[in-house]
């Protein structure tokens, strides 16, 4: 008999590479510094090292999907800025929009992405309870991370369904591709909504006493290494502030 949920090994084997807040702590330095664009010349080989990193960490968990798709997308976006100086000015002017939008965002995305696909939600609500986090912050993003995944495998039931009645783009039926894909997702969101906040309540995380999990969360080897990163990409950039040139 296979060992179950609760047990020690069986939370050792489920446990990602790293710790939910060592996660969310990447995703905030993509936001700020790759999406946001912040720092100046001294921070563009620390961008370069952080857009690196979902990639590497899709790698380690062996999404190999997430890292296919999210590289091809980027490579849509640098293959836009190279050919933008070969086109003319109307058609330049957008290469340098959409390149710029995709590069930028990109990687942030990816990174979500990740967040969301190797983090349960116990994961992240223990992880929340240990930096006390209140509950305003803690319940909404909770219910989100079950919301995205619940509404990407909808859409593709939705796609599915229609593929077996023969509607598709291109088809006899095209001009209703829209109205059976969306009529269907708005109601199936509101649904998903509904059954989600009602599972959130019943799990107790409106309570005033304090959750207990069976997850096993906790910082390793690697975590460190990831935020003593973190910290030195901070340090780099208060350095630039103050006028300080490290290359």
């Not at 002017?93 to 696909?117: N, P, Q």
């Not at 999990?213 to 460190?224: E, K």
């Amino acid at each position: 008999m296979s060992a179950p949920y609760s047990s020690e090994a069986s939370q050792k084997k489920r446990r990602g590479f790293l710790d939910p807040r060592t996660k969310i702590v990447i995703v905030l330095l993509l936001a700020v510094f790759v999406l946001g664009g912040l720092g100046g010349s001294q921070m563009r080989p620390v961008k370069t090292v952080l857009s690196a990193l979902p990639f590497l960490l899709l790698l380690i968990e062996r999404q190999w999907r997430g890292f296919a798709r999210g590289l091809l997308i980027l490579a849509i976006g640098y293959g836009l800025l190279f050919l933008m100086p070969y086109l003319p000015a109307g058609l330049s002017y957008i290469a340098l929009m959409c390149g710029g939008i995709i590069t930028r965002f990109v990687v942030t995305i990816v990174m979500a992405e990740y967040l969301l696909d190797t983090t349960s939600v116990s994961e992240f609500i223990s992880a929340m309870s240990r930096l006390h986090m209140p509950q305003a912050i803690t319940i909404p993003v909770s219910v989100m991370f079950r919301l995205f995944p619940t509404i990407r495998e909808e859409w593709q039931s939705i796609r599915r369904a229609m593929r077996m009645r023969g509607i598709h783009p291109g088809g006899a039926k095209a001009g209703q591709v829209l109205e059976y894909q969306m009529v269907p997702m708005m109601t199936s969101s509101v649904r998903i909504g509904e059954e989600l906040s009602a599972s959130a309540l019943t799990r107790g995380l409106g309570a005033p006493v304090r959750r207990t999990n069976i997850c096993r969360i906790g910082f390793r080897l690697q975590d460190l290494f990831f935020l003593a990163g973190a910290a030195f990409v901070l340090v780099v950039w208060v350095l630039e502030l103050c006028g300080v040139s490290l290359w």
